[in-house]
């Protein structure tokens, strides 16, 4: 089993519509980042974070340390979201190396 | 600051050839990291830099594989020889070394050998 599960693996949506992607992982962790993939191949850090919940624009990232689970959320979708999202967790003692997940590929259509 | 610099942006060769990929941190950054990105295998880590001195290369997939970091603003990985298996798109990122701090990736080396 990876450590770092996300789900769906694909997911399209409608334009507008709300989209929630999640992210569960296995090991103890000391920060939790969200990445996104765009069709090009370049990757943005969306988010990193530890504990509670963040947001930026359309995008809001939660965390709960208890259940080892995060989500993202992506409110009134767009086209220009369809892109990979990537989670990773920085475990404990492991330095600044990060575990992926597999990614979620998003559509969203018009 | 322009972000980490990768070069080349794309390299096409035979099986056999050494393939060198360069990455150039952005400046004050004093981690610096090497992922391979396949569609089988997804993102993973193949070794990092903490100050210039690798902390763990338990990722690099075998001994052709090797990189250095002469320096905190340039660093290598290579490939000698090379495989049809090591086609893949090649990141760099870094990071400030302390506390939690974000990665920031290069645009990757797509890597293609025939």
């Known amino acids: 089993k990876n450590e770092v599960e996300q789900s769906p693996q694909n997911l399209t949506a409608q334009e507008g519509e709300f989209i929630t992607i999640n992210c569960s992982y296995s090991v103890g962790i000391s920060a939790l980042h969200w990445l996104q993939q765009h069709p090009g191949g370049g990757i943005v850090s969306l988010f990193m974070?530890?504990?509670g919940k963040k947001k930026h624009g359309r995008l809001i990232a939660t965390i709960n340390i208890q259940e080892k689970h995060s989500s993202l959320h992506i409110t009134a979708s767009h086209p220009r979201d369809s892109a990979v999202y990537i989670c990773?967790?920085?475990?404990?003692?492991?330095?600044?190396?990060?575990?992926f997940g597999g990614g979620t590929r998003l559509m969203v259509k018009p | 600051d322009a972000g980490v610099i990768q070069s080349p942006r794309h390299e096409v060769t035979e099986m056999g050839q050494e393939v060198t990929l360069r990455c150039k941190p952005i400046?004050?950054?004093?981690?610096l990291f090497w992922y391979r990105q396949t569609m089988m295998r997804g993102l993973e880590l193949l070794i990092y830099?903490?100050?210039?001195?690798?902390?763990?290369d338990s990722g690099m997939p075998e001994d052709r594989f090797s990189a250095k970091m002469p320096n905190a603003s340039f660093s290598t990985l290579k490939i000698q020889p090379s495989e049809p298996r090591d086609s893949a798109v090649y990141f760099c990122a870094s990071s400030l070394a302390k506390g939690a701090y974000e990665q920031y990736f290069g645009p990757g080396t797509r890597l293609t050998v025939t």
């Open positions: 830099f903490n100050n210039n001195v690798p902390i763990d």
């Open positions: 400046s004050g950054h004093n981690s």
């Open positions: 974070l530890s504990s």
């Open positions: 990773a967790v920085r475990t404990n003692n492991a330095g600044n190396m990060l575990t």
